[in-house]
Nanobody, 121 residues
Framework: QVQLTESGGGLVQAGGSLRLSCAAS????????TGWFRQAPGKEREFVAV????????YYADSVKGRFTISRDNAENTVYLQMNGLKPEDTAVYYC??????????????WGQGTQVTVSS
């Protein structure tokens, strides 16, 4: 079992930045891909970014490419999502997930509780 806890959400003006953290407890991340997803009100949950624990390869949704950066800290068993140039359309609950896949929700077995990100215009 892996327990995931997100933090770092909040309210920010358009153009601002936030850094989300996803801390793992229980089994380590060492065998998993760790992804970030988001869900806006009235919309389906969507993929944002993923990082592979094995080689740190990354992949981003087109909507965030060039603005968001996913990274990891092995020693802290934590994955980060640095979000720059935030837009109102980035407003959503952001979820961290661990699994064996890439960008599909069904690839992931473990999910955090989510953290709210609100971007004001």
């Amino acid at each position: 079992q892996v327990q995931l806890t997100e933090s770092g959400g909040g309210l920010v003006q358009a153009g601002g930045s936030l850094r989300l953290s996803c801390a793992a407890s229980g089994r380590t991340f060492s065998s998993y891909a760790t992804g970030w997803f988001r869900q806006a009100p009235g919309k389906e949950r969507e993929f944002v970014a993923v990082i592979m624990w094995s080689d740190s390869s990354t992949y981003y949704a087109d909507s965030v490419k060039g603005r968001f950066t996913i990274s990891r800290d092995n020693a802290e068993n934590t994955v980060y999502l640095q979000m720059n140039g935030l837009k109102p359309e980035d407003t959503a609950v952001y979820y961290c997930a661990a699994g064996f896949g890439w960008s599909k929700i069904s690839d992931y077995d473990y999910w955090g509780q989510g953290t709210q990100v609100t971007v004001s215009s």
